[in-house]
């Protein structure tokens, strides 16, 4: 591409799905490989299988998955693959620095219940998975100098899985795990489901950082019950707590990190399409916590550098702006502290500020 970019410094990524980050080629490789068929030939016919076009809705965005992510599931060298690209892509966007989370149930074909996609029983646990995409990171860690950790997910209509979810984040928090996620349909609240509940009490009682998929879709309530029931250190996405006047306000004196994404808010049917009225508009002026980031750039068919062109273009973002974007979702990660710290530096440093770099 030759086209300037809105920012080419270094940058950090909190929200990113690696079942929704994976290379179209892979897919067709693998696919290949597995005598999986699939519902297009090519590369460009699959990119249009897999990505939205127009605005949809949060379920036939979901249903993109539907096409592609059974081809990697339960096959232990696509999802070392995965991981391992998925570094090399966020390096070549500039990404110094990445938290990139999925479901280890849904790459999974046994110890999981029901098991995924209509696949058949194989000898792929959950405990595998993580073990194979920390082995992925690791291995793109070394070879491309991005750092990546994981989140691991507990989906919203599986609240079974969530007990099993807490317990791979402690058994791996000193091999690339670094926090907990909720994902899925945010009508599926927490009263109902107590399975989540309880697996982020656990999380809190065991010192593991966590983040909620709230207010997304779902109304500002779901951002107050990730704050207030799950103990929510981040929210992911959060655009429709602006509803709620005073718990938004509570949160910007809390200092609440929203893990903001711009095109997907529009894919989503989450925000108006206009860009130019999104909510991230009023979290700039408020100079509100928060970053930005792609959450699933194969579905979209994007990547960093267009989330960013987005918000320059069309919500009067400036360099500086950017830079305390950065800044912020640095402060926010889940590293530990002295990581965190060293992350900043590199940050201030790329972007000549002095200083600011305590976390
Ligand atoms: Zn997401």
């Known amino acids: 591409m030759a086209e300037q970019l809105a920012f080419n410094k270094p940058k950090v990524e909190l929200h990113v799905h690696l079942d929704g980050a994976i ?3 892979t897919i067709m490789d693998v696919a290949k490989r597995r005598r999986i068929t699939l519902p297009a030939a090519t590369v460009d016919e699959m990119r249009d299988v897999c990505s939205l076009k127009e605005p949809a809705t949060l379920t036939e965005f979901l249903s993109k998955f539907d096409h592609y992510v059974p081809v990697v599931a339960g096959d232990r060298e696509a999802i070392k693959r995965i991981a391992y690209e998925f570094v090399e892509d966020k390096a ?4 110094i620095y990445v938290e990139v989370r999925y479901s280890p149930h849904l790459l999974a074909n046994t110890d999981v219940e029901p098991i995924p996609w209509q696949q058949k029983q194989g000898d792929l646990t959950p405990d595998e998975v993580v073990n194979l995409v ?7 860690e070394k070879a491309f100098k991005t750092k990546a950790r994981s989140i691991l997910c507990c989906m919203r209509h599986m609240p079974d899985w969530s007990s099993d979810v807490i317990e791979l984040c402690k058994k791996y928090r000193d091999d690339g795990v670094v926090g907990i996620d909720l994902a899925g349909d945010e009508l599926m609240d927490t009263e109902s489901y107590p399975g989540h509940r309880r697996a982020y009490e656990e999380a809190v009682r065991s010192g593991i950082h966590r ?5 997304e879709v ?4 779901v951002v107050w019950e990730a704050v207030e029931i799950l103990r929510a250190e981040r929210i992911g996405h959060g655009y429709h707590v602006t509803e709620d006047q005073a718990l938004y306000k509570r949160l910007l004196d809390q200092n609440m990190h929203f893990e903001m994404c711009p095109l997907s808010s529009r894919q989503t049917g989450a925000c108006d399409p206009d860009f130019t009225k999104h909510p991230l508009i ?3 002026v408020d100079k509100a916590n928060y970053s930005l980031n792609t959450d699933d750039p194969l579905v979209l068919n994007s990547n960093l550098n267009l989330d960013y062109e987005v918000a320059q273009k069309y919500m009067g973002f400036t360099e500086d702006e950017f830079k305390r974007v950065n800044v912020n979702a640095a402060k926010s990660c889940f590293l530990p502290e002295g990581e965190k710290r060293e992350l900043l530096r590199q940050l201030c440093e790329a972007y000549g500020m002095v200083g600011d770099a305590s976390p």
């Not at 983040?211 to 207010?215: K, L, P, R, Y």
């Not at 779902?218 to 309530?221: C, H, M, T, V, W």
Request: charged fraction near 20%; charge should be positive.
């Open 23 to 25: 290379r179209v080629e």
């Open 134 to 140: 920390n082995r992925g990171l690791s291995a793109g």
């Open 211 to 215: 983040t909620v998929h709230a207010g």
């Open 282 to 284: 009023r979290f700039q």
């Open 218 to 221: 779902g109304p500002a309530s």
């Open 92 to 95: 070549k966007q500039g990404v």
